[in-house]
């Protein structure tokens, strides 16, 4: 059975940092891609972060935003310095195939497999 638990959102003011977890049990690391979205309300889940081969990000949070993966305990993080209040969201850890990164389908929700519950991050101004 395959699992994502995300960790680590909490209530934050701007400027500061935060690093969120996400545990993956129930695959083998090293064939898939790895992803983070974010959710607010009354908006669409919108891609954040991704990693497969190499790594990707949206354009308004790179430089701020690193996601790594660790492949001993397959865990992927998502390292986010910097918050500002329009960061404030759920943050969903994603799992699909890892072809998907080889194209613009790393960007597209629909790609992905498996899903975690969210961890939901606040910035106050």
């Known amino acids: 059975q395959v699992q994502l638990v995300e960790s680590g959102g909490e209530l934050v003011q701007a400027g500061d940092s935060l690093r969120l977890s996400c545990k993956v049990s129930g695959l083998s690391p090293g064939r898939y891609t790895e992803a983070w979205f974010r959710q607010s309300p009354g908006r669409e889940r919108e891609f954040v972060a991704a990693i497969g081969g190499i790594t990707f990000y949206r354009d308004s949070v790179r430089g701020r935003f690193t996601i790594t993966r660790d492949t001993r305990d397959y865990t992927v993080y998502l390292r986010m310095d910097s918050l500002k209040p329009e960061d404030t969201a759920v943050y969903f850890c994603?799992?699909?195939?890892?072809?998907?990164?080889?194209?613009?389908?790393?960007?597209?929700?629909?790609?992905?497999?498996?899903w975690g519950q969210g961890t939901q991050v606040t910035v106050s101004s």
């Open positions: 994603a799992v699909g195939p890892r072809e998907i990164s080889y194209g613009s389908g790393v960007y597209d929700r629909s790609q992905y497999v498996y």
